[in-house]
């Protein structure tokens, strides 16, 4: 079920692994994406917002259910064991069954609290029930992830994405509101259940070793606090939002930020599945540790930023050019600030992790609360301020603080952060200038505005291979080499 990786096989699974992921990542977001457009065009903005709320406020489920366990056992340096599993999979059941029979008490009191309709309390029921299917696969998911085979865990990925969306838009067609959501979330549930089972089953039992438990416990311990940290930061903040502003807000809120964040998503998510049980493989061998660091945030950099500067200099745009969409017109300026926070997160996210990844967890725990207690100190008086837009502002401003990131880093990791960022920054500059000043002139219909998608990435790539040449080539050669063997 387990087994030792040697640095070339970690090489050769880790690279395999961004492809297997980045694959998984563009067929789920084009669907994700494309839904989400006739989703955004069907739905109203207190629809959007009810959804955006009630998912936030079963997150606390979530980040309680198995107090880090699961990384403890992908970080762990020795060999799993079955008391290992079993240990984790037994403490977790206890803890989702008390959470969701907690939850579904609860759930006339959250409907009340949110002036939610019986739709909106079915929807927080269905995503309960989602949450405790989703903890029957965290075992199986463990496993494919320690041994670094993505290839596999992407198969249910993708399943449950197709499930998804494929019920939630039939059924917003068909009139159905945010009962479209709760048949959605219900299907997405049983179709990965029975997916992650099929590609990696395992002896299911119980077990509870009080040894093995105290030393997961001693990792889990504080990196679940720091996920719980996240969780006042961003999901609480969202419960909050639902109190202090009208659902239509908060909508537009939750359209910003999905927008802003999706060229994160599609790399960042990628990018701390395979990093964080890549980096923990490399714990000891502090060289190649270094490198895979500076590969991380070359990549990361390298597709995040540019394509954060295009949409945020496209999307008046597109916004302009269809007819349904131009309701968000007033998130453009909360799009834009969303993006500056994005662009800081794709440079401090996978340094965090690398820091986790060689034990330095109590750091990060430091960092998160700085970071909770800086966005719940800024975002009150920046909304009485400036309205919804100052929740946007305050994002930017935390995520300004990356730097003590790097700074904290590089006490413990040694990396060239300089060859990192510089032509990824010089390359993204350039097609910035390119498309604030042509768009004007170019742009006057929609197709015009792929037209410019299109300009803008020839720009971008010519001039980073222009300046990066030697680099991207080295790349390019150990990844084949790595694909061939």
Known sequence: MMEELDIATVVKRSIRG??????????????????ATFLYALLQESEIGVFYVVSASLAFLTYFSDIGLAAALIQKKEVLTTDDLRTTFTIQQILVVLLVTIALL????????????????????????????SSLKTIPSIILERNLQFEKLVVPQILETLAFNGVVLYCAIQGFGVMSYTYAVLARGVVGLIAIYWIAPWNIG????????????????????????????????????GLVLPFAQVGLIGFAQKWAFTPLRLVMDNMIRITFPTFSRLAHDPMHLGKAIEKTLFATIALVLPALTGLVILAPYFIQFIPKYQKWEPALLALTLFCVNAAFSSLSTPLTNALNAIGKVKITLYLMIFWTIATWGLTPLFIMLYGFNGVALASA?????????????????????????????????????VLYWLSPFVI????????????????????????????????????????KR
């Open 397 to 433: 401003i935390v995520g300004s603080t990356a730097f003590l990131v790097i700074i904290l880093v590089k006490r413990h990791i040694q990396f060239n952060l300089l060859n990192v960022l510089l032509v990824p920054i010089i390359a993204t500059v350039l097609m910035g200038i």
């Open 18 to 35: 961004v492809f297997a992921l980045v694959s998984r990542t563009f067929i789920i977001q084009l669907i994700s994406l494309g839904v």
């Open 206 to 241: 119980i077990s509870l070793t009080r040894s093995v438990a105290k030393k997961l416990l001693s990792f889990g311990i504080p990196f679940q606090s720091n996920s719980i940290l996240a969780l006042l930061k961003d999901d609480l903040l969202v419960l909050y939002l």
């Open 106 to 133: 609860l759930s006339g009191f959250v409907g009340s609290l949110y002036h939610l309709n019986q739709e909106g309390v079915w929807l927080f029921q269905a995503l309960v029930f989602s949450f405790f299917l």
């Open 444 to 483: 006057s219909n929609l197709p015009m505005v792929f037209v410019m998608i299109v300009i803008g990435a020839i720009v971008y790539l010519g001039s980073l291979f222009a300046m990066g040449k030697k680099q991207i080539v080295a790349d390019i050669k150990m990844i084949s080499a790595n694909l």
